[in-house]
């Protein structure tokens, strides 16, 4: 069970749209639709932003969309506002109930 | 409104055991399909998922980590207990706990409680 790969980092400008990508296997991220995002601030908690691959929790702003394709799962943020800086991480299901994370991903708004 | 909380030391010695305790409210962990996980985080660097136990009592732990890791559960306490056993310092870490309420993902999260192994 390796970590999710993601990249270190990534940056856009505020109104533009980022995807941040988060590849693994077929034995985790390509073999099911149980791929969540978390959105971390600094000193905070995570913050689950996407499930399911795809489904936003209540409160979360349609800005942030979820997909896949293969054994890499995306998530983009759209509109991109000041507020959306943060680190990110995902996280798939690798069946018998265990998770994996990915190493994170801090996404600068320039 | 769902809440936990994470408790223990703040600082143990390499080599000791270390006890963190999850007190939860908001959903029970009776309930069919209901987990609470642990999850910690090294200063700086991304989240590492540890351990799970459902309301059936089933358990999973990261398979690095399983031979130190032990959880268990007082349902009537609302608590979730993690054991990590011979410390180091490469555990410095935030520990979270986070409930799982159905699916495969962690609805929400505890605070976090920062554990430092040093002697």
């Known amino acids: 069970q390796s970590a999710l790969t993601q990249p270190r980092s990534v940056s856009g400008s505020p109104g533009q749209s980022v995807t941040i990508s988060c590849t693994g296997t077929?034995?985790?991220?390509?073999?099911?639709?149980?791929v969540s995002w978390y959105q971390q601030h600094p000193g905070k908690a995570p913050k689950l932003m996407i499930y399911d691959v795809s489904k936003r929790p209540s409160g979360v702003p349609d800005r942030f969309s979820g997909s896949k394709s293969g054994n890499t799962a995306s998530l983009t943020i759209s509109g991109l506002q000041a507020e959306d800086e943060a680190d990110y991480y995902c996280c798939s299901y690798a069946g018998s109930y265990i998770v994996v994370f990915g190493g994170g991903t801090k996404l600068t708004v320039l | 409104q769902i809440t936990l909380k994470e408790s223990g030391p703040t600082l143990v010695k390499p080599t000791q055991t270390l006890t963190l305790t999850c007190t939860f409210s908001g959903f029970s962990l009776s309930t069919s399909g209901v987990g609470v996980g642990w999850i910690r985080q090294p200063p700086g660097k991304a989240l590492e998922w540890l351990a799970l136990?459902?309301?059936?009592?089933?358990?999973r732990y990261s398979p690095s980590l399983k031979s130190r890791l032990t959880i268990t559960k007082d349902t009537s306490k609302n608590q979730v207990v993690l054991t990590m056993t011979n410390m180091d310092p490469v555990d410095t870490a935030t520990y979270y706990c986070?409930?799982?309420?159905?699916?495969?993902?962690?609805?929400?999260w505890g605070q976090g409680t920062l554990v430092t192994v040093s002697s």
């Open positions: 077929s034995s985790d991220v390509g073999g099911y639709n149980y």
């Open positions: 986070a409930p799982i309420l159905g699916g495969t993902y962690f609805d929400y």
């Open positions: 136990i459902y309301w059936n009592d089933d358990k």
